[in-house]
């Protein structure tokens, strides 16, 4: 067995974060599945919000998506997914923490919500947060196609997974990426192109499939728990 592992399962976004950031760096790595209607004992042990990913790595465990990727970035330090320049770094901190507390919750919520103005209020909400991603994100930090450049970085990673599940949005809410979003959707386009994206993604067939339980809010699990009340 190599010594880093990670617990996922199939289609989780997050994981699929984490996922990408060990193909860029090249990291050798376990890929363990476990399903998540039927958390196994050995993994709750370890898991303490019962949720995957999970990186397991020389003995010790680390959870949530976006500081294993932090880890793996500190740990590993061939293949940089991080700028070196104290500036950069805390900008791609900010738009990770946006990514996380501002954009991901979005996508959740207005999933989940059942009725007409309950959708169209959280669709409003995404379109802010994707007006801001455009012109404060993409249109002011970098020149390149990615989002601080010319070079990948774990902000890329931490967008992507929800990014993609937006096409999952327009098929259950006719919800569309706003046309001004010009960079948002050339760099979805970019990154799709990207072996470790490609490696991680599933079809949309089975993104749709998959976030029925989201849809019609009948999902039970802790993700769909944490966003209803979030
Ligand atoms: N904030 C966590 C979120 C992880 C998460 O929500 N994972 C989902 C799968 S995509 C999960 O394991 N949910 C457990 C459940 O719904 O019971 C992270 O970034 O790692």
Redesign the pocket.
């Known amino acids: 067995m190599t010594e880093v592992e990670i617990i996922s399962?199939s289609?989780?976004?997050?994981?699929q974060?984490t996922r990408m950031a060990l193909i860029e760096k090249g990291i050798e790595h376990t890929l363990s599945a476990i399903d998540?209607n039927d958390?196994p004992d050995w993994f709750l042990a370890i898991s303490p919000?019962?949720?995957?990913?999970v990186l397991r790595h020389n003995g010790a465990v680390i959870?949530?998506?976006?500081i294993?990727n932090e880890y793996l970035e500190e740990v590993f330090r061939d293949r940089p997914l991080l700028p070196r320049d104290p500036v950069r770094r805390a900008q791609a901190r900010i738009w990770i923490d946006f990514a996380?507390a501002r954009f991901t919750p979005h996508v959740y919520k207005l999933m989940l919500a059942q009725d007409a103005d309950a959708q169209a209020f959280q669709a409003e909400r995404l379109t802010k947060a994707m007006l801001m991603m455009e012109h404060e994100g993409l249109g002011k930090l970098g020149d390149g196609s990615y989002w601080l450049g010319d070079d990948i970085s774990l902000v890329d990673l931490t967008f992507l997974p929800h990014m993609q599940r937006v096409r999952v949005l327009t098929h259950y809410r006719d919800f569309l990426i706003p046309d001004e979003c010009v960079l948002l959707k050339g760099w979805l386009q970019l990154m799709g192109q990207r072996p470790s994206v490609m490696e991680g993604s599933a079809s949309i067939d089975v993104l749709i499939e998959n976030w029925r339980k989201y849809a019609e809010n009948t999902?039970t699990?802790?993700?769909?728990e944490?966003m209803r009340a979030a």
């Open positions: 399962s289609t989780c976004p997050f994981a974060r998540l958390k919000y019962g949720k995957v990913p959870f949530e998506s976006a294993i996380n999902s699990g802790t993700t769909a944490d």
